[in-house]
């Protein structure tokens, strides 16, 4: 699904030189290289604040211990998503409430989010789901008219655009309260092991955080708050500053191999191609490229294409709120159509930065076998 010895090769001096600068330096925690990188990103993001952690899901939890969400409360997600997202809502004790998303962009239902707000809603998620921005405006607005947080799990997403309806734009991660993000080796911007980040222009929040991440410290060896340890490790902090300049570029080849993949697909009565539904390219980063395939069994398409060596993934095939831990008396199956007819739909095919044309026509050649 990702060739990351590729994507490494032609970088490979430079992170050699640099992850050994932090061996010989020993500053292993919290050294140089994290704060580096730390402004880096936040200069890249155009964002105030940059808190490192040790991976994507600590930062999904930080960011609402940060603003103090308290068990009981509310806080609506996406049900078509990575666990994660509302494994850290359960483990905080607050309420998830899962919804469903809309079949265009998989994205969280503006409609359905409406519906589920109630007294006690605090806070929205909005993933931004394969790469594809959630449509922000829309929440920010539901936000402000009933006094919620937005806390944007960027995971899938980092680099992408988001174009406001006054026309202006902000990254992914940076437009509501807070954002979270993972450096996972196979995501956009990945590293060589675990890592992750918040994102906030709250000065008050971003300080808040800051101690979370550091055992509740504000001054060392007093806690004044409950606090995890979530820290960025210097080496993995090494690796992303180098990668990161590079991130457009590989942003700009997974759209290209996306839009290889569509031109090839896109007239086949049986497949649904990704669309990118704002109409600005960079709204959309590809973390996966995902069909809707109607009318094939796509159980036995998997099996054709790994028969064939070609790696692929149903993302995801199981709808949260019918996993053991997220089922819920309060849930109706009537409020997942969508949902569940996705995971039922779709198929996640190679994608990464190293795809060149030649593999994207094997792909689609054998796809195409399969489903005429
Ligand atoms: C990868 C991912 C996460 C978790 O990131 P980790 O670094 O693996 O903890 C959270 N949310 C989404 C949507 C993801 O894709």
Redesign the pocket.
């Known amino acids: 699904m990702v060739d990351l010895k590729g994507q490494y090769e032609p970088i490979k001096e430079q992170v050699n030189r640099t992850i050994q600068e932090v061996i010989d330096t020993t500053a292993f925690i919290n050294g140089p290289e994290v704060h580096g990188f730390q402004k880096d990103l936040e200069d890249y993001l155009n964002v105030k604040h940059v808190i490192p952690c040790a991976?994507?899901?600590?930062a999904?939890q930080i960011a609402m211990m940060g603003l103090g969400l308290k068990p009981g409360d509310e806080v609506i997600t996406a049900d078509f998503?990575?666990a994660?997202?509302v494994e850290v809502i359960a483990l905080l004790q607050l309420t998830p409430v899962l919804v469903d998303v809309d079949p265009v962009d998989f994205n969280i239902d503006i409609e359905a989010v409406k519906k589920a707000i109630t007294p006690k809603t605090k806070a929205i998620v909005p993933?931004h789901?394969f790469g594809q921005v959630a449509n922000m405006d829309a929440l920010l607005e539901l936000a402000e008219e009933h006094n919620l947080f937005v806390i944007e799990?960027n995971?899938?997403a980092i680099g992408a655009d988001y174009k406001h309806k006054d026309g202006s734009t902000s990254k992914t991660g940076t437009i509501g309260h807070v954002g979270s993000t993972?450096?996972?080796p196979s995501?956009n911007l990945g590293c060589y092991g675990?890592g992750?980040a918040i994102f906030t222009n709250d000065d008050a929040l971003a300080h808040t955080i800051r101690g979370i991440v550091n055992h509740g410290m504000y001054e060392r060896y007093h806690h004044d708050v409950v606090g995890v340890n979530s820290r960025l490790d210097s080496i993995q902090a090494a690796v992303l500053r180098a990668k990161l300049p590079h991130l457009d570029n590989y942003n700009a080849r997974r759209r290209a191999a996306a839009l290889k993949y569509t031109e090839h697909l896109e007239d086949h009565p049986k497949v649904i191609t990704p669309n990118i539904v704002s109409g600005d390219p960079n709204a959309h980063v590809f973390h996966q490229y995902t069909l809707r395939l109607q009318g094939v069994d796509r159980d036995a398409l998997v099996k054709h294409l790994n028969a064939n060596d070609i790696p692929c993934g149903v993302y995801y095939p199981i709808p949260l709120h019918k996993q053991k831990a997220y089922a819920d008396a309060r849930y109706n199956e009537e409020d997942f159509s969508i949902t569940n007819q996705l995971v039922k739909e779709v198929i996640s095919l190679p994608m990464h930065s190293e795809l060149d044309n030649e593999q994207i026509e094997y792909i689609v050649t054998k796809i195409l076998e399969f489903i005429d």
């Open positions: 991976n994507g899901t600590d999904l998503t990575f994660a997202t993933v789901l799990d995971a899938q993972s450096f996972f995501k675990d992750g």
